[in-house]
């Protein structure tokens, strides 16, 4: 059955109304829990949900509460870009970028990096350089830019849209690509000494079908740059749709493809053209294709508000002109509610001894935060109730948490079972989250049933 908003309101009122019924007190139950903002759905997951900020848009209050309400994850529009942090050469420039960077992390939210090296929006000085000194000034960009950020980038874009158009797969002409092919991969080098911390992705658009053939040639380079060691860690899918580039039918494919060479996913500035059902429906399918990809990391959105999109016209985003939510949001946010894979993490598991059940522990962490997930699996014996201690390192806070109670937000915190939860048959297991500002390094959950 297709699910539209008229009809999941009306399940919800059914539910209701025959709430004596188990199954749909259960139902009851999971909707009153269900996470209400995009970046506490898509946290569920173990993913984060993003979108580009202006530095210019930060005074205006009803854009910045919809940044800090919906968002865990930013990327600068065009501050980070080679014209705005390099203007004359050897002479950076940090200021907007800082003010994105800095609102950000005062949030608790994580930074993408955008873009280190890219053919367009190169500072003039730069357009006019070719061979062995652009080679030079394009590094020492890479190296500069990437070392004064290090530690607060959770993952940058370090060479944007280097693939040309069209059915050759090969590279785009640039003047930076006139050094020589291996510029890419010099340039990842690049950033991997400077910022070891950082995820280090190629960044493109018109590679979310599968069958194209700039696609392919990504796939090809990914596949290359694995092979030979050269570092990267992520392909960013751009995903910028309309009626002329449609969401392809194998766009979960082309996900998993790239997953499957060992390299995160990441949507990285999706929009969508369109308005009401059908847009909604495109934003839900490219949600659904990302939570069935384990290694999809998470969605950036390219605009909080249709009016601050580069292509406004088209309205393509998630929140109208006046900050409100559209059809498209919703659909986002029940596919995110809806669940599913799990990224692949670090698990730290103790045994729960004769207490009937244990507990383990995967998180999730980057500079200054983290979403843990805590597993918790009945013994050989059916269970009704769970508590689950672990004690947290000093400083670190816990900010949202999801399927549990807890005692407090610091030290040592007991998180027992919410109405839901409590039942577990033998062997089976339930899951209950939390995100944290700080570090959950080491943290060893134990458990009990009550
Ligand atoms: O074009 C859409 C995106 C495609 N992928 C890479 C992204 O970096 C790119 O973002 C857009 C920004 O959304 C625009 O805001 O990149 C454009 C070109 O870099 C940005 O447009 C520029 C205008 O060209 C400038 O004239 C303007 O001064 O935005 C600048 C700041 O508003």
């Known amino acids: ?125 730069m357009q006019r350089m070719e061979g062995s000194g652009l080679r030079q000034a394009m590094l020492n960009h890479v190296t500069q830019v990437a070392t004064y950020y290090r530690g607060k980038i959770y993952a940058w874009d370090v060479v944007n849209e280097a693939f040309a158009d069209g059915s050759s797969g090969a590279r785009r002409d640039s003047n930076l690509q006139r050094t ?43 596949q290359d740059f694995k092979s030979r060691g050269v570092p990267i860690d992520c392909v960013g899918l751009q995903s910028h749709f309309n009626s002329a580039s449609p969401v392809p039918g194998n766009y979960q494919t082309t996900l998993q493809r790239f997953a499957d060479l060992g390299v995160e996913v990441q949507i990285t500035e999706l929009d969508i053209e369109g308005s009401g059902q059908t847009q909604a429906e495109n934003f839900r399918r490219v949600t659904q294709a990302c939570l069935a990809v384990a290694r999809c990391a998470g969605i950036t959105v390219w605009g909080i508000r249709d009016s601050d999109s580069w292509r406004a016209s088209g309205t ?15 659909a986002v946010l029940e596919a995110l509610n809806a669940g599913g894979t799990t990224p692949p993490t670090t698990t730290t598991t103790t045994p729960g001894g004769p207490t009937g059940c244990t507990a383990a522990a995967s998180v999730n962490s980057w500079n200054g935060g983290f979403v843990a997930t805590v597993k918790v699996t009945a013994g050989s014996s059916a269970i009704s109730g769970w508590r689950v201690t672990l004690t947290l390192p000093p400083g670190t806070t816990v900010v949202g948490a999801w399927n549990a109670e807890r005692s407090g937000d610091s030290g040592t915190v007991d998180w027992t079972n919410v109405g839901h939860n409590g039942s577990v048959a033998a062997g089976q297991s339930t899951e209950f989250g939390f995100q944290g500002s700080g570090t959950a390094e080491g943290i060893t959950p134990s458990c009990a049933t009550g």
Request: proline share 3%; aromatic share 8%; charged share 20%.
């Open 1 to 125: 059955m297709k699910l539209t908003s008229t009809s999941v309101l009306r399940i919800a009122l059914v539910s209701t109304l025959v709430a004596a019924g188990t199954g749909a007190a259960v139902l009851a139950a999971t909707s009153a829990n269900a996470a209400t903002t995009l970046a506490a759905s898509a946290a569920q997951t173990g993913r984060y949900f993003g979108t580009a900020v202006a530095a210019h848009k930060l005074s205006d209050s009803t854009y910045v509460n919809i940044l800090n309400r919906e968002f865990d994850m930013v990327t600068a529009e065009n501050e980070m870009k080679m014209d705005a942090t390099e203007p004359n050469q050897g002479q950076f420039s940090y200021g907007n970028a800082d003010r994105i960077v800095n609102q950000a992390r005062a949030q608790g939210k994580r930074v993408r990096g955008h873009a280190l090296a890219w053919h367009s929006q190169q500072p003039p000085w």
């Open 180 to 222: 020589g092919n291996d510029w890419i991969e010099a340039a990842f080098r690049a950033a991997r000494a400077a910022d070891p911390g950082a995820k280090l992705c190629y960044n493109d658009y018109n590679t979310d079908d599968w069958s194209h053939a700039k696609t392919q040639g990504v796939y090809r380079m990914v």
């Open 316 to 330: 393509p985003l998630l929140f109208d002109s006046g900050g409100n939510k559209k059809a498209a949001y919703n």
